[in-house]
């Protein structure tokens, strides 16, 4: 039998969504494409792929390494700005296993006097209710290079949504590597970055009670 587990918090993409007067907005939403099976990528690719979102510059790394799908990078509005998500979205059925990849990336944070709080991670999948469990595996460490100091490591089993230890700092490189066992599979993987911002709001209330909660394809997503 299988379990379905409901992804906490995402965040709605906001594309036009903000109104206002003078100069453009930023940009509050990116998205980019990956395929390791040699298909032809309809827009973006992933390959060396960046984005600034409000006073945050997200840059790809090495994308997913594995199946094929797409990378969101989206920027809470105004009234809860301490929060950003970065989410991977497999195309179809998902990716079954087993398998076993990984995804890498920086942010950093190039204006204003704001710094990291934590950084979150969840996955959306079907998972048998027996045998051996499937992992996420995701690594923070300081500065924009893979050999910087690590900061924490957290591991999301089956779904489960874990929050890393306080971040601090204004640069970030970020791991996340999988492994998917056979029967499994996973839909979408996402992190859900915080910064410090004067009297923070209760990251997960604030997001549930404001609507924000983005059903990703065959998954119930409960707030």
């Known amino acids: 039998m299988n379990r379905l587990y409901p992804i906490a918090g995402l965040l709605a993409v906001l594309l036009g969504a903000l109104v206002g007067q003078g100069p453009a907005k930023a940009a509050t939403s990116g998205l980019c494409y990956f395929d390791n ?47 950003y998500q970065v989410a991977i979205d497999w195309a179809g059925s998902g990716m079954a296993g087993p398998s076993i990849g990984d995804f890498t990336y920086t942010v950093e944070i190039i204006g204003g006097s704001h710094t990291f709080a934590s950084i979150g991670l969840s996955t959306g999948g079907d998972y048998p209710s027996a045998g051996v469990d499937s992992t996420v595996t995701k690594e923070v460490r300081h500065g924009l290079t893979a050999s910087g100091p690590l900061i924490d490591s957290v591991t999301s ?47 997960l209330g604030a997001v549930a009670g404001l609507g924000w909660c983005r059903r990703l394809k065959r998954r119930v997503a409960l707030c």
């Open 37 to 83: 099976l040699g298909g032809t990528l309809p827009d973006t690719t992933c390959s060396d792929y960046q984005v600034e979102l409000g006073d945050k510059r997200f840059v790809v790394k090495t994308p997913p390494n594995q199946g094929v799908g797409k990378v969101a990078f989206e920027a809470s509005p105004a009234s809860l700005p301490e929060l």
């Open 157 to 203: 089993i089956d779904g489960g949504l874990q929050y890393s230890n306080p971040i601090g700092g204004t640069q970030i490189f970020v791991r996340d590597s999988w492994n998917v066992t056979s029967g499994a599979t996973i839909d979408n993987l996402s992190n859900y970055i915080r910064q410090e911002v004067p009297g923070p709001l209760p990251v």
